[in-house]
């Protein structure tokens, strides 16, 4: 079993400063890692994930990530936020292989963006 | 493309009624899910389908949820009889199918239960 644990339930911060939402997972097994929005009254949206390769992925709207495998971490940044920006964020993590989890993802309880003027 | 459909968007019902939920996925997407999501809580999977079979309807209330996608491709969430705790927002998603781990997900669907 997983489990995520985003450690900011909001963050409220100034437009053109950076962001940083921190995500944290536990998992007996290797696993994929996600970060989606959600704009009010929405559904969820696929920022960008790390399936494998570089620890760095960068996604939409200039939002990047990067998985440290020895913290067991996916925190999400962006040098530069607007006030479009402003959301709920969830990071997820998926088992990668094996079972009826396979493809399942469990969510973070998610963290309020909240970009001011 | 079109994305994934659900229908009603809100929904106000008194306890011990009962309420379904519609989802049409994304054209050619095998693989479709249920989450419930909590105010103030992350998406909680409620059951996997791929094609019309069940993979994983574990976290499934069965004595008052109920789930089909008789033929493939659209789906049906019930509830029967809903509890002021079923009071979220039901979400659903779909997949092209195994080893594909994107899901686009629906606008969901708003329930008040009174």
């Known amino acids: 079993a997983q489990s995520v644990t985003q450690l900011d339930s909001q963050v409220p911060v100034f437009e053109e400063a950076p962001v940083e939402l921190r995500c944290n997972y536990s998992s007996s097994v290797s696993v994929y890692l996600f970060w989606y929005v959600q704009y009010p009254n929405q559904g969820l949206q696929l920022l960008l994930k790390y399936l494998s390769g570089s620890t760095l992925v960068k996604g939409i709207n200039g939002f990047e990530a990067e998985f440290n495998k020895s913290q067991t971490s996916f925190h999400l940044r962006k040098p530069s936020v607007h006030i479009s920006d402003t959301a709920e964020y969830f990071c997820a993590v998926a088992q990668t292989a094996g079972g009826t989890s396979y493809g399942k993802l469990t969510f973070g309880q998610g963290t309020i963006l909240t970009v001011h003027p | 493309e079109a994305g994934v459909a659900q229908s009603p968007r809100y929904k106000i019902i008194e306890k011990r009624q009962s309420v379904a939920f519609w989802c049409n996925p994304i054209?050619?997407?095998?693989?479709l899910y249920w989450y419930q999501q909590i105010l103030g809580q992350g998406p909680k999977l409620l059951i996997q389908?791929?094609?019309?079979?069940?993979?994983?309807d574990s976290q499934l209330p069965k004595d008052r949820f109920s789930a089909e996608r008789l033929k493939g491709v659209d789906s049906t969430l019930k509830i029967q009889p809903a509890k002021l705790e079923d009071s979220a927002v039901y979400l659903c998603a779909s997949s092209l199918g195994w080893g594909s781990y994107e899901q686009y997900f629906g606008p969901g669907t708003r329930l008040t239960v009174t």
């Open positions: 054209s050619g997407h095998a693989t």
């Open positions: 389908f791929q094609n019309n079979g069940v993979v994983d």
